[in-house]
C-alpha cells in the first residue's frame, strides 16, 4: 500500500482543515488506518484511528471532539477534519495503515507510512 497525504498549510487559531490520504492498491479496504502527527522536537504522536469498515474511530484525548477521523473505501481515502484548531496542532501529520485493529496509538504497529502534510497555525 502507498499512502500520499494532502491538505496541509497554514490556518489561524481557531481555523478548520481537512486533510486527506490517498491510498495505492485494492486492498486498502482491508487495512485500518491512523493519522499521527510529530511537532519539531517532539516525538510522533497518536492523533486519530479508523478500523476497516469506518464503523470504529479512536482518538488521542487531547483531541476528542475537535478532530474527527474518516474514510471512503470506494476512493481509497482516509480524511482527518481538524476543527478549531490552536497553534499546538502545529505538526507534520502523517497517515499510516496497518492490517490489524489493536495498538492504535504504536508508531510501530503500522506498515505503511505517507510521505506526511505540514500544517501550520498561527496565533
Known amino acids: 500500500v502507498q499512502l500520499q497525504a494532502s491538505g496541509g498549510g497554514l490556518v489561524q487559531a481557531g481555523g478548520s482543515l481537512r486533510l486527506s490520504c490517498a491510498a495505492s492498491?485494492?486492498?486498502?479496504?482491508?487495512?485500518?488506518m491512523g493519522w499521527f502527527r510529530q511537532a519539531p522536537g517532539k516525538e510522533r504522536e497518536f492523533v486519530a484511528g479508523?478500523?476497516?469498515?469506518?464503523?470504529?474511530?479512536y482518538y488521542a484525548d487531547s483531541l476528542k471532539g475537535r478532530f474527527t477521523i474518516s474514510r471512503d473505501n470506494a476512493k481509497n481515502t482516509v480524511y482527518l477534519q481538524m476543527n478549531s484548531l490552536k497553534p499546538e496542532d502545529t505538526a507534520v501529520y502523517y497517515c499510516a495503515a496497518k492490517s490489524d485493529g489493536s495498538s492504535w496509538y504504536i508508531v510501530g504497529r503500522y506498515d505503511y507510512w505517507g510521505q506526511g502534510t505540514l500544517v501550520t497555525v498561527s496565533s
Open positions: 479508523i478500523n476497516w469498515s469506518g464503523g470504529r474511530t
Open positions: 492498491g485494492r486492498t486498502f479496504s482491508t487495512y485500518a
